[in-house]
């Protein structure tokens, strides 16, 4: 079973440069997201997805987009990179309880981590 | 302001008990999720609770008290490996999780 597969694990991209976050799973989770990890702060929720089709806005959205297909697949992409977007990005997974109208997250499951570095 | 407060660092030797606290201002609860990070690792998930009282599973504990804003998180018999941060997360009435920083937790021999 591999759960939640992200991909790259490291990335180094020049300022202004775009680029694709992978991430997929097979577990047929409804819910997926993506979250930010930096120093002495906690995970933060950049976009995230109910389900195939719909997706909505994190908490720091701002030079990210997402678009989810499939239930598998769950892109993120970095339209024009900045330094501030340096950072350790996860992708994450649950299978919401159908009382929340998939909007609760329930147990996460996290892809292993894109390293990504903007110079 | 949404807001996790848990200690930034926590040392404990190896066999000892340690209890790390998390206390939180949330608009909305809807449940509280302890979650253990080792160093250049993705989170895993530890424990939910949504009711009020102690959760045990193994070695592992956690406590919420809905009324206080409060949990925490009670490790036993520590072990070399249990070395990681342990990230607070909080359910919003939006159902969105509020995170904490994490705790990192040292165990010393």
Redesign the interface.
């Known amino acids: 079973n591999a759960g939640v597969t992200q991909t790259p694990k490291f990335q180094v991209l020049k300022t202004g440069q775009s680029m694709t976050l992978q991430c997929a799973q097979d577990m047929n989770h409804e819910y997926m997201s993506w979250y930010r990890q930096d120093p002495?702060?906690?995970?933060?929720?950049i976009h995230y997805s109910v389900g195939a089709g719909i997706t909505d806005q994190?908490e720091v959205p701002n030079g990210y987009n997402v678009s989810r297909s499939t239930t598998e697949d769950f892109p993120l992409r970095l339209l024009s990179a900045a330094p501030s977007q340096t950072s350790v990005y996860?992708c994450a997974s649950s299978y919401?309880p159908s009382t929340?109208g998939g909007?609760?997250?329930g147990?996460?499951?996290?892809?292993?981590?894109s390293r990504l570095t903007v110079l | 302001g949404q807001n996790i407060d848990q200690p930034t660092e926590m040392t404990a030797t190896e066999g000892a008990i340690v209890q790390i606290n998390c206390t939180y201002q949330t608009s909305g609860f809807n449940g509280l999720f302890w979650y253990q990070q080792h160093a250049g690792e993705a989170p895993t998930f530890l424990s939910y609770n949504v009711l009020d009282g102690l959760e045990e599973k193994g070695r592992f504990s956690s406590f919420l008290s809905r009324s206080k804003g409060y949990s925490y998180l009670l490790l036993k018999e520590l072990q070399m490996k249990d070395s990681a941060s342990y990230l607070c997360a909080v359910e919003d009435s939006n159902y969105q999780l509020i995170w904490g920083a994490g705790t990192k937790l040292i165990i010393k021999p």
Do not use: A, Q, V, W
């Not at chain 1, 002495?40 to 929720?45: A, P, V, Y």
């Open positions: 002495g702060m906690g995970l933060r929720l994190g996860f919401p929340s909007r609760n997250t147990e996460l499951f996290f892809g292993e981590g």
